[in-house]
């Protein structure tokens, strides 16, 4: 006997009782999304793979261990899953010329792919919200991606998730702060670790984001970004404060918040929550003016963050949430030749008015279908016999606690039946 195929480790599928939450969640994000002007766009799962190097920096974890990468068999093109969404987006962007003719908002929603460790809230397959703006270059928009946030949590009934912010300034100024910060390692070389020591001449801003406690002191002693920052860049930071303290939106600035992805300039946030365990980090962004002119497209300043689906998900039923179960107004139940070509036509015509309806396949009996309509939570049961079907007629029958009464109709008066009898429950509850 062969082997029983499964799904790819930290790859999983999603059942139809917890996808009935994730369009719950979807449609929410959609309508959040849309109540701040911005409009949904969709890039392939699989890009050029020197699209991921150039934009998110060879050196960095993502480019160097995580990515999902291969070369097409047809022509030899160098190819990636992509592990964010975030380049792809702007190769959109200068590819179609969108940014030329007028300040973009724009959003995603899909899945990623990055060869980690799978762990509760992170996956091999995971989904992300992506949101990008792009032409605007105050401090106002990184803010109002901020305050997006902040009213998304209440939306999803969250607390407890903190908002920190930094800054990285500008390349010139990042560049002045990484020389501190190599001097500052090669001194204390005998207290780095080994991904320390292999990212101190590539990626030295890097090691203020270890996890590892054995090198916390020395991090937090570390030359600090912030004291770095020339005039506009100060001011830029303040702008986005200012925002925040008029909205009322507390935070707290992380000085060793710099983000996994080289792009990355002045402002840069994150939302954490200790809720999740070592996942702490629910939203994350930031600024990165010189990414579409990095990739090939004029400059243009933009700013974007994303968001962890499964996280997210995961948060929402730590803090009590739970999907509504999903079940149709009405079963249909049916018996004989001439009640199942009447039940497809009345099942139709119910759907036509807007009521959701299931309809009995596979035979059986009444009994056995009255078993299966109760037990689906629908709220009626519509019933059908041959008798019915010879004179146009069924039988209405309330399946939960305090309905109407079971009566014969004519098909042609269901759907009004039923709609009226949704309308009086809605309007008692």
Not at 308 to 314: F, N, P
């Amino acid at each position: 006997m062969s082997q029983t195929l499964q799904a790819v480790r930290g790859m999983n599928d999603i059942l139809p009782d917890e996808a009935a939450f994730w369009e719950i969640f979807e449609e929410t994000i959609r309508s959040w999304l849309k109540s701040y002007g911005y409009r949904p766009i969709r890039m392939p799962i699989v890009e050029p793979t020197p699209l991921f190097k150039r934009a998110i920096g060879e050196v960095t974890d993502i480019v160097e261990k995580e990515m999902y990468s291969f070369i097409d068999g047809l022509n030899g093109e160098a190819l990636t899953l992509r592990p964010e969404g975030t380049a792809g987006c702007v190769r959109a962007v200068i590819e179609h010329s969108l940014a030329a003719r007028q300040t973009q908002r724009l959003y995603y929603i899909g899945q990623m792919f990055r060869h980690e460790r799978p762990q509760k809230g992170r996956y091999r397959q995971f989904h992300q919200v992506g949101v990008e703006s792009f032409g605007m270059s105050g401090p106002d928009i990184d803010a109002e991606m901020i305050l997006m946030g902040a009213r998304l949590w209440a939306d999803l009934g969250l607390d407890n998730i903190e908002l920190q912010i930094n800054s990285l300034g500008q390349p010139d100024e990042r560049a002045n702060h990484r020389a501190a910060l190599i001097a500052y390692f090669e001194e204390n070389a005998e207290l780095l670790d080994e991904d320390a020591k292999r990212r101190l001449h590539t990626n030295p801003l890097r090691i203020l984001d270890t996890k590892n406690p054995a090198m916390q002191d020395i991090c937090s002693a570390a030359p600090k970004l912030i004291d770095y920052l020339g005039a506009e860049s100060l001011a830029h930071f303040e702008g986005v404060q200012r925002v925040l303290r008029d909205a009322g939106i507390p935070f707290k600035i992380n000085p060793r918040l710099v983000r996994g992805l080289d792009y990355y300039n002045l402002t840069v946030f994150e939302w954490v929550t200790d809720k999740l365990g070592a996942q702490g980090t629910v939203c994350a962004g930031g600024r990165y003016d010189g990414l579409v002119e990095q990739l090939g497209g004029k400059p243009t300043p933009a700013c974007g963050f994303a968001m962890g689906v499964e996280r997210l998900i995961a948060l929402i039923k730590e803090s009590g949430g739970e999907p509504e179960p999903q079940v149709p107004d009405v079963y249909l139940v049916h018996q004989g030749d001439e009640a199942a070509r009447l039940a497809f036509r009345v099942a139709e015509n119910l759907r036509d008015n807007g009521i959701d309806v299931l309809l009995h396949c596979g035979g059986g009996s009444f009994k056995s279908q009255m078993k299966k309509a109760d037990g689906c939570g629908a709220t009626f049961a519509v019933i059908i016999g041959d008798d019915e079907a010879s004179t146009g007629e069924a039988q209405l029958k309330s399946l939960r606690e305090g309905g109407i009464e079971q009566r014969k109709l004519n098909v042609d008066d269901l759907a009004d039946a039923i709609i009226g009898q949704i309308i009086d429950s809605d309007e008692e509850e």
